[in-house]
């Protein structure tokens, strides 16, 4: 986070400059600054560049405008406001880490971001300091160097959490999966409720195979959801996460029914099969796909997973109800092939004034590629009534 560089008294005072003079600027400059602490940025602009008519060579004032400026995304006067404050003091290592940090978000130019954030912390040492140099070999995808810099930077604030977090989301893509909640537990005991924290921990331990334990954290913030304030950022993804869990559950249970159906088939289903199926347990449309146009995939456990949010915490109890569902489903349809033969049946009798005796279920006037069982089961005459080999008789 950009430090805000606070003056307690800045104000140079030229040609016996009265004294009630100077403490209208200084009133000016404790009003900026409260506009700052405010997030009033428009505001701390006015009274920032009205102090610089009066004292144009203040390199505090430069850096806070471009702090100001950058928040009511005016790239072009941050810039021109960081790049003024080095020029009066080229070792100001606020606004040296301040402008690092800037061609990092803009992404303008990387081993520039990098040769200024060195020399802040050569200038003076700050955990800040560190943790954007860390940001930025993250950025350049050298992780370990940047863990190595979240590291130092939480030997000096070691509770800081946005630079916690950094550090175990870089173990997380590593695959340290361990070391990354060592560095997660030092949160879950503290104040920081973020939901980022939350939302690393689900990732987490869905990556162990902790499928209950990260269900749990899903339901934690989902009933605190009303509760709590998220930014927009994090509660795209909270949602994001969920859908995700919705579709993919629906195309588990579409594969799960295709494989009673076809039980005696090795081979997967092709995607329009499968897309048909969802309708059973849904009526829309359901992508195979997150929001960003991933497409999902079947695991080696037969479940439909999303790359980036893994599979339903859940799936395992869902799918032992689309087993017994699709069951009840095909016994359904086998009720009604059953019912609609001894339609046939009687017609046929009625037509040919013939005897239960002497007719077979081929004599019947009826499409046996429509009319079959979904489980593969013969249809046949016992005394009379329709019967199914895998169901029995059903009406």
């Known amino acids: 986070m950009k430090k805000i560089f606070f003056i307690t008294f800045i104000l140079i005072i030229f040609n016996n400059v009265f004294s009630d003079t100077t403490k209208y600027w200084e009133n000016l400059l404790n009003i900026g600054n409260e506009y700052m602490k405010s997030g009033m940025y428009q505001d701390a602009i006015i009274s920032y560049n ?140 503290s104040d920081y409720k973020g939901i980022d924290l939350f939302l690393m921990r689900i990732s987490l331990l869905k990556k162990t195979g902790k499928f209950t334990e990260a269900h749990i954290q899903v339901s934690e913030i989902i009933n605190s959801y009303n509760k709590s304030e998220y930014d927009i950022k994090h509660e795209k993804a909270l949602k994001e996460e969920i859908q995700s869990y919705f579709r993919t559950t629906v195309w588990t249970a579409a594969l799960t029914y295709y494989r009673i159906i076809y039980s005696e088939k090795q081979e997967l289903p092709d995607a329009l099969t499968l897309k048909s199926l969802t309708r059973i347990f849904y009526d829309k449309e359901i992508p195979y796909s997150d929001n960003d146009g991933n497409s999902f995939f079947i695991n080696r456990n037969g479940i439909v997973e999303s790359k980036k949010f893994g599979i339903n915490p859940d799936i395992f109890e869902f799918i032992n109800f689309f087993a017994i569902r699709g069951r009840e489903v095909i016994e359904q349809i086998c009720l009604k092939n059953q019912e609609i033969i001894t339609i046939a049946l009687y ?7 013939s005897s239960l005796e002497n007719i077979n ?34 009406y």
């Open 361 to 394: 279920i081929g004599n019947l006037n009826i499409d046996s590629d429509i009319i079959k069982c979904p489980a593969g089961g013969l249809y046949y005459l016992k005394k009379g009534k329709v019967v199914c080999e895998k169901h029995g008789q059903l």
């Open 50 to 189: 009205e102090i610089l008519k009066n004292s144009p060579h203040i390199p505090q004032i430069y850096n806070n405008l471009g702090i100001a400026y950058e928040n009511v995304g005016n790239y072009e006067k941050a810039l021109k406001n960081y790049q003024e404050a080095l020029t009066l003091d080229s070792n100001f290592p606020e606004a040296l880490n301040n402008l690092a940090l800037f061609y990092l978000k803009q992404n303008i130019n990387i081993d520039a971001a990098l040769a200024f954030a060195q020399k802040s912390i050569q200038i003076e040492e700050k955990p800040a300091f560190f943790d954007t140099v860390g940001q930025i070999y993250e950025k350049k995808g050298l992780l370990s160097k940047a863990l190595e810099f979240y590291d130092i930077s939480l030997s000096l604030h070691p509770q800081k959490a946005s630079t916690i977090l950094k550090a175990a989301r870089i173990l997380l893509e590593m695959k340290r999966y361990d070391s990354s909640m060592k560095y997660l537990e030092r949160l879950v005991n």
């Open 347 to 353: 017609e046929y009798i009625m037509l040919h004034d």
